[in-house]
């Protein structure tokens, strides 16, 4: 008996496009997490980059910088003020929930 529909089309899939598609799905649940995980942080208390990095495990805030862009981008979050960083002591922006 022959594949029908999806069954087909996946036995015709090359075994290299199926890796990719599971790596990239593995990705968007990765992506989701870091969403999620940095809603938090800032859905409490404003937060800075580097302090939400360093709540999210990292020490440097770039690691979550492209992830916090997007999150501004979607309108979920946005800088709300800005005061001295609890980790550098430096004067930075305060990301919050934004408020609609």
């Not at 996946?10 to 990765?30: A, D, P, V």
């Amino acid at each position: 008996m022959l594949p029908t529909g999806k069954q087909w089309r996946i036995s015709k899939m090359r075994q290299t496009s199926l890796i990719s598609y599971h790596e990239l799905l593995g990705k968007t649940k990765e992506l989701t997490l870091i969403y999620t995980r940095i809603l938090r942080c800032v859905g409490i208390t404003p937060r800075t980059d580097r302090e939400i990095a360093s709540l999210l495990g990292f020490s440097d805030p770039n690691h979550i910088r492209p992830r916090r862009n997007e999150l501004v981008k979607k309108g979920l979050i946005a800088k709300i003020g800005m005061r001295k960083c609890e980790i550098s002591g430096k004067l930075a922006i305060l990301w919050g929930l934004r408020l609609k």
